[in-house]
Structure formats: structure tokens, C-alpha cells
């Protein structure tokens, strides 16, 4: 079954020419099924970009998705359209007062790491944001700031700063192999890191949460909190091939210091295309994702939060 998307959303071109199944909303109504309906919170700057990755994820299932993306009602993106997000997006204030349910909400990171959360200009609506999916959402993904958020808001878990960037590909264990988020996963794989903050494992022990993957290099990497319905993954599944590249060639270009990140490049020769080492997993966990909301979630979507 497909994602349905706007016809005019540049992922709708992205992931047809991919092979992914796309549907508009308008050929969607015509099926007598009820879609899982995710939303998209995205705090991240190149917006289309994101659209993009999580779109292709959550719409490799078999199952149809309703992907709605929301943004937040105050605070102004400088690197998409205004157009764009006048076409596509919802403001979460707009959202709340409709009264409206999600089966899923997956809620980005953000390039803010180094500010402690009550300082970021959105922190109030974003609490907001937190404590509504305690009634209106079955499920909530955070990637991770956004993660690193859900974490302090609910258990405040701290983040804490790093000496330099955690910044490349690196080695990550199973340690839940039982876990139906990790069916399929191998004992170990690589996943790309870029990150200036870290959770630590003795502050997820005294808040009582479960680790599920960590990484001997880079820390824990995603945690499950079920009594709030959530999981939190600090590191990037979702990325793109080059988009380790993109962030170090934007460094060099800006002349911020940064390393060659590890791992990433054929013999850490940045001359040298990238090569994808983590795409299987990255649709192994949002596929078990999807699959654990469609197995919980109500019918009658009404229901969630009751």
C-alpha cells in the first residue's frame, strides 16, 4: 500500500522516480480502508530535505499512510520557502484546536544542541507539543534534539555536551534483540552520527528507561519509554547517503572546524563517494515501527488517548 502525499509535495516526485508508492489524498478517498495517520513535527532547517527521508521510510510498508506535516506556530524557517510551508504545513497550534488524533508523531532534531532547552525560542509550544501526545497521538518518534527533548520534558534526563562532535559512522549493538522495534536487526551495524550533546547510560538507568541500542564509540542511541508511548533515537537512520557530506563540505566551506567524519568515507578519503551501510536498518526499524502502531493503534481513531 502507498504513502499519500500532496501531488505538488517535491517527495511525492522523489519517491515515485524511487519506486515507492505514492497516492494522493483524493485517489486515497476512494479506498474503503482506514489509513495510519503520521505526522511529520520538522524542526530541522532544509525541511524538504527531511520530508523526503522520513517519507521514504514510513512509506516502504504495506501499509497506507495519511503523512501530515506540522511545524511550529511561531517560530520562522529561514532555509524553505514560504510558500512551501504556507502549502503543505500546518501550524501546531492549528492542529491542537481541531481536536484531531495520530497514530504516529515523529518529532525531528533540531540544530539548537548547544542551548539548553528552556533557552529555545519554542521550548513552551514544544512542551505542549509533548504533553499532547500523551492524548492525541498512539505513538511518538523522536530523532535526536527531538528525542533528547521527549527524554528531559518526561524524565529530565539531561543531555550532556561533548569535548568535540560525535560525527561519522560508527558501530552500534543490539542489546533487545526481543524488541519488536528491532526484529530483523543484526547483533551489530553501523549507523551515522552527528551530534554535540550525548545521553548517558547511568541517567537512563535512574529514570528507569530501556536501552535498546548503543554504540561503544558514541553511547547509547535509542531508548524505549513505553509508559509515554515513545522511543527515542539520537542518532540518524534516516539519512541520506551524502548527507554526512553535505554537513562536513557546509563546515569546511564555513571554515568551522570539524573532522573528516569517521568511518564514512572509503579510507576516510573525503574525495571518495560515501557508501550506504545503514539503509536496510533504517527501513527494518520504522517498518517495525509502523507495524507495532498499526497492531495497536484503534480503529476508530477517535479512541486514542482514552
Known amino acids: 500500500m502507498p504513502i499519500t502525499l500532496p501531488a505538488t509535495l517535491p517527495a511525492f516526485d522523489v519517491l515515485r522516480n524511487e519506486g515507492v508508492m505514492v497516492m494522493t489524498p483524493e485517489r486515497a478517498a476512494t479506498q474503503e480502508i482506514r489509513p495510519l495517520r503520521i505526522g511529520l513535527l520538522n524542526l530541522m532547517p532544509k525541511k524538504i530535505q527531511t520530508e523526503n527521508q522520513f517519507a521514504r521510510l514510513i512509506g516502504s510498508t504495506p501499509l497506507q499512510i495519511d503523512f501530515q506535516l506540522i511545524r511550529m506556530t511561531e517560530h520562522q524557517t529561514k532555509n524553505t520557502a514560504a510558500e512551501h510551508m504556507a502549502t503543505f504545513y500546518r501550524p501546531f497550534r492549528e492542529v491542537q484546536a481541531s481536536g484531531e488524533k495520530f497514530d504516529g508523531l515523529i518529532i525531528t532534531g533540531a540544530p539548537i544542541e548547544h542551548l539548553p532547552f528552556e533557552e529555545v525560542t519554542y521550548w513552551d509550544e514544544l512542551r505542549r ?31 550532556h555536551d561533548l569535548p568535540a562532535k ?120 520504522y517498518g517495525n515501527w509502523i507495524n507495532e502502531i498499526y497492531q495497536s493503534t484503534p480503529y476508530d481513531i477517535d479512541q486514542i488517548g482514552r
Open 129 to 159: 507539543v509533548m504533553d499532547w501526545t500523551q492524548t492525541n497521538v498512539q505513538s511518538t518518534f523522536g530523532v535526536c534534539w527531538g528525542g533528547m527533548a521527549l527524554a528531559w520534558h518526561f524524565h529530565r534526563l539531561p543531555k
Open 166 to 285: 560525535a560525527f561519522g559512522c560508527f558501530p552500534h549493538r543490539n542489546l533487545a534483540p526481543a524488541s519488536p522495534l528491532l526484529r530483523g536487526f543484526s547483533d551489530e551495524f553501523v549507523l551515522p552520527v552527528s551530534r554535540w550533546t550525548e545521553m548517558r547510560q547511568d541517567d537512563i538507568d535512574r529514570a528507569g528507561l530501556s536501552t535498546l541500542l548503543t554504540s561503544d564509540e558514541s553511547g547509547p542511541c535509542m531508548v524505549d519509554d513505553p509508559a509515554h508511548r515513545a522511543v527515542y533515537l539520537i542518532n540518524h537512520l534516516e539519512y541520506d547517503s551524502d548527507t554526512l557530506k553535505q554537513e562536513y563540505d557546509r563546515d569546511v566551506a564555513n571554515g568551522t572546524p570539524i573532522n573528516v567524519p569517521m568511518n564514512y568515507y572509503p579510507d576516510d578519503n573525503p574525495a571518495k563517494a560515501p557508501l550506504n551501510r545503514w539503509r536496510s536498518h533504517a527501513h527494518l526499524l
